[in-house]
């Protein structure tokens, strides 16, 4: 199988994922729906992506992630991009992709550019809605380049991640032994890197008692791990509960812990996809 094939196949767990998940889930429902079209679109780019990478591949330097984006291949795809999230969104997001497919495409190159280079590292003074479609379009790019990238050994302290550089989305818990090991997914890329069970990836803090833990009962496999030093949460899915679990997919579906998080004081460092 080449990596094209498996990273459709991947795609196609996300999307499978994501209607047993909507299937269950009442009040994830129109998120999920919506995120079905949004994956289809993105299996499709990568499978562009990769095409366009093998006929260039001959004698080239091995693009990294936050090179300078290969507009050549992507732009054609952007309008088809924001026709999928007019067609499919809620309200709001359609009438900004709207306003989006109205403006140049020297507007687009921005915008697209500014997530690229700023993605996980640094908070982008742009509306929720802009820096979507963005994240939405980038994310089968950034995680072609991912794949091709050498993992390099990191230490299991690391807050950011070893290939971009941007903070983390997710925690991962993968079954090890009688427990599980703990792993961060990296916003932009979508790698994983391992970690620390016991400490905040924020700020650092390592005083279990400091570490609140929260599960709600729709959602046992995954939890909120919270720190009452710098108050900010980490939303981590827990395959040792749940192995059939996508963390990508199952964090959208997550919006009653978002919810206890935010009454309780507490922020997500990096909201997912949808902002939740």
Request: charged residues 20%.
């Amino acid at each position: 199988m080449t990596t094209a094939q498996t990273v459709g196949t991947g795609y196609d767990v996300r999307i499978r994922r994501a209607e047993r998940l909507s299937a269950q889930h009442a009040f994830a429902a129109e998120f999920l729906n919506f995120y079905k079209h949004v994956a289809a679109f993105q299996k499709t780019l990568h499978a562009n992506i990769a095409s366009s990478s093998e006929t260039k591949s001959s004698g080239a330097r091995p693009a990294e992630i936050r090179d300078p984006l290969d507009l050549t291949v992507l732009l054609p795809h952007f309008r088809g991009f924001l026709s999928t999230v007019k067609q499919h969104a809620p309200a709001a997001l359609r009438q900004a992709a709207h306003q989006m497919s109205l403006l140049p495409s020297d507007s687009w190159i921005a915008s697209l550019e500014a997530y690229r280079e700023n993605a996980g590292k640094h908070d982008q003074q742009i509306g929720a809605f802009a820096q979507f479609l963005s994240r939405a379009f980038l994310q089968p790019y950034a995680e072609f380049r991912a794949a091709l990238t050498p993992k390099p050994p990191v230490a299991t302290t690391m807050r950011v991640c070893p290939l971009c550089g941007a903070r983390p989305l997710l925690g991962v818990l993968r079954p090890e032994g009688d427990s599980g090991k703990r792993f961060l997914l990296c916003t932009f890329c979508s790698q994983e890197w391992e970690f620390r069970r016991i400490f905040c990836s924020t700020c650092g803090e390592e005083e279990e008692g400091k570490l609140p833990v929260y599960v709600a009962e729709q959602l046992p496999h995954i939890r909120v791990e919270a720190c009452d030093t710098c108050k900010f949460f980490l939303r981590t899915v827990d395959l040792t509960k749940d192995g059939h679990a996508v963390a990508l997919v199952d964090d959208l579906a997550a919006i009653p812990l978002t919810l206890w998080a935010h009454e309780h004081g507490y922020s997500r460092l990096q909201p997912n996809l949808l902002g939740t």
